[in-house]
């Protein structure tokens, strides 16, 4: 599973009341308490493994037992899926900085700065960090981890993992990273070695099927998906992960009956934040089947459950889904409107998050406006997600208003300043989909033909894809081209 994982072991020392570096390629710990040590420890070990709650949980003992272990506190927030959480554990690591080391102190500040969408200085810190410390093996994972998907990094990730692999080749979630890009990259012979590395690694882990599964999924091999998330279930039947891999694959396999049946057993138990981020999930395997009436319902629900328990993101999230789908622009409006106004609405949650979500909202504005045929209006739009892109420096925000930069360029006819914008989105259904048509008005056909490719065969559980790929294949295997509408 690519998720919020850690490796399997960090090099500890305690510290009294400096620390001292035990091992070169270890990372600096702090705490005067052997039991917080233990508990941090023990979370690292369940993190690294993708034994997730245990993680956390481990963590929040280390923080109970040492209240000025700092880097238990940041790292909490980087990988917490509730983002009251994040705020309140990055606070705490910030109050207590002057207790950690200097590596500490630079990862403090990089994922601080991060969560506050502060990225210029984020940045610094993290490359302060990575020049300083160049043999840290976790350091420069949690480098790769943090560039491949909280900033869509995959090539830059990649080659933070393989320098973890040059440091210690058997460093086992270095390989599992390696895997997924190489994936996103269209690599799979590469990925698939990689991951069968890492399987060799921990052979009686869970998340080595699970990961076996989600490459097979991504590569359009769903029977053999299926068998590595059963196989991973077996091993590990409270594995949740492996069972909401169930139901991504038979959404895209297009049994969405299936996918909710296997949806809900993996929502039962998971956590409040869980519920709510793989109910999204859930409801566009109502798009899938053109049911938009209950993909209404699906969504309002989500919504509902994310605004109860303080989710203003994935709120806006759900509104925003809902509107990529409407026929009529009055009700993708409104719905607009109300994601907006949630994001605005002072909730306690990480920077980032909202600008991420705000971006992406004010780029379906944007998209909805250039539909409409009101360039003025896609224009207004697209100058509110520029400023706010100018502002920010997130390279996620950065790419949607590249994004709708692009829609609108292509509606203007300029197709090559709509390439330009459009291919630092390139992994993004939508994006793709009006690349195809930006290569073709172009007379790049060996462009157009990789693209459509690459679209045709992208199998990834979000809403995006299901309004577009089995459209878009439908409409390749009728011979249909040079549409840059949603499947309307």
Not at 287 to 314: C, F, P, S, V
């Amino acid at each position: 599973m690519k998720f919020r994982v850690l490796p399997i072991a960090f090099i500890l020392c305690v510290v009294l009341p400096a620390f001292a570096r035990t091992d070169s390629s270890g990372m600096q710990i702090s705490t005067k308490s052997p039991q917080a040590r233990t508990f941090f420890e023990q979370g690292l070990q369940k993190m690294g493994l993708l034994h997730f709650q245990a993680g956390l949980e481990n963590w929040r003992k280390a923080t109970d037992a040492d209240p000025h272990f700092a880097l238990a506190h940041i790292l909490l927030t980087f990988f917490s899926e509730d983002p009251t959480e994040q705020v309140r554990e990055r606070e705490k690591a910030l109050a207590n900085r002057q207790y950690a080391g200097a590596e500490e102190q630079l990862i403090i500040d990089w994922l601080a700065n991060a969560s506050q969408s502060n990225l210029i200085p984020a940045i610094q810190a993290m490359n302060s960090a990575l020049e300083r410390y160049p043999q840290d093996k976790y350091l420069a994972w949690l480098a790769g981890w943090w560039l491949e998907l909280n900033q869509n990094q995959s090539a830059r990730a990649l080659v933070m993992f393989e320098r973890v692999i040059k440091i210690d080749p058997k460093f086992a979630d270095a390989w599992n990273e390696a895997a997924y890009c190489y994936a996103k990259a269209g690599s799979f012979d590469k990925a698939f070695a990689a991951i069968r590395h890492y399987a060799e690694l921990v052979p009686k882990e869970a998340n080595a099927q699970d990961s076996y599964a989600e490459l097979s999924r991504m590569a359009g091999r769903f029977d053999e998906a299926l068998r590595h998330y059963r196989m991973s279930l077996k091993i590990d039947p409270s594995f949740h992960e492996s069972q909401l891999g169930l139901g991504d694959t038979y959404a895209l396999m297009g049994d969405e009956p299936r996918a909710r049946a296997e949806y809900a057993i993996a929502i039962e138990e998971g956590t409040p934040a869980q519920k709510v981020l793989w109910g999204l999930q859930w409801a566009a395997t109502y798009i899938r089947e053109r049911d938009y009436r209950g993909a209404d319902q699906a969504y309002r629900k989500i919504a509902q459950q994310a605004h109860e328990i303080g989710l203003a993101n994935y709120e806006a999230e759900a509104y925003r889904a809902m509107a990529l789908y409407q026929k009529d622009s009055a009700p993708a409006l409104e719905l607009l409107d109300k994601a907006e106004a949630e994001l605005r609405g002072g909730h306690n949650i990480p920077q980032v998050l909202v600008a991420e979500e705000l971006a992406a909202v004010l780029r379906v504005r944007t998209e909805r406006a250039v539909r409409d045929g009101s360039l003025t209006q896609a224009k207004i739009e697209l100058h509110k997600l520029e400023d706010l892109s100018s502002a920010n420096g997130d390279l996620v925000v950065e790419a949607s208003y590249h994004a709708a930069a692009g829609a609108v360029a292509l509606a203007e006819g300029d197709n090559a300043q709509a390439i330009s914008y459009l291919e630092d989105d390139s992994a993004n259904p939508i994006s793709m989909r009006e690349l195809v048509v930006a290569y073709e008005r172009s007379g790049k056909t060996e462009e157009s033909s990789r693209m459509s490719a690459a679209l045709s065969a992208l199998n990834v559980p979000q809403v995006e894809q299901a309004l577009v790929v089995p459209e878009f294949r439908r409409q390749r295997a009728d011979g249909s081209s040079d549409s840059t509408s949603l499947p309307f």
